[in-house]
Structures are given as C-alpha cells and as structure tokens.
C-alpha cells in the first residue's frame, strides 16, 4: 500500500492552499484518512482526520479555518486550508488506518512521505 500526497507548496498569510491524499493497493477498508503536521523542533499534531462514520476531528489551531473531505471510490482524500498563517507552517503528512490484503488481511498504518507548507507573513 502506498500514499500519494500532492498539494500544498508556498502562499502568503490569508491565502489557501488544498492537498490531496490517495491510497493505493490491496486495501481492504479505511477506517481513518488524515493529516497530521510538523513544524521544525515540534512534534507532529493533528490536523484533521476522516474517520470511519463520517466523523471529522480538527487540530484546535484549526478553528474553522480547514476543511477535510473524503471520497470513498478513490479512497482519497482533501484538505482544503484557508486563511493560512505563518504558524501552520510546517510538513503535512497524510496518514491512513485500516486494513489491507496480503495472503490474509492485516492491520493497515501507513504514512505518506510529507509535503511542505510554507506560509510567509
């Protein structure tokens, strides 16, 4: 199973930026889909996740300002980030709980490789 994240890159305060997450493979079910961030010298937070139900859950810093959408089809799934500030710099790292086919089923988590965003004041 692999993830593939496009998306974010540099934008000015207030501006937005959308990234993308698509998981591949022998995958049996997604039972979370998400983002997580880090900034330099922190630890890595939740950004906001997609879980099994429909249910979303945001980071606190997020406040209204981010939007986690979902499609089922192509087991992928978006951020859309708006009014961006120079503290949500930082690499985003799309991260997938669920379970996947190799001979037999077996417990998925995987993380993608991250993607920098970079907010300028």
């Known amino acids: 199973v692999q993830l593939q994240a496009s998306g974010g890159g540099l934008v000015q305060a207030g501006g937005s930026l959308s990234l993308s997450c698509t998981a591949s493979g022998t995958i049996f079910s997604i039972s979370a889909i998400g983002w997580y961030r880090q900034a330099p010298g922190k630890q890595r937070d939740l950004v906001a996740v997609?879980?099994?139900?429909?249910?979303?859950n945001y980071g606190d810093f997020v406040k209204g300002r981010f939007a986690i959408s979902r499609d089922n089809t192509k087991n992928t799934a978006y951020l859309q980030m708006n009014d961006l500030k120079p503290e949500d710099t930082g690499v985003y790292y799309c991260h997938v709980e669920g379970q996947y086919y190799r001979d037999y089923l077996r417990r998925l988590d995987v993380w993608g490789q991250g993607t920098l965003v970079t907010v300028s004041s």
């Open positions: 997609f879980s099994t139900g429909g249910s979303t």
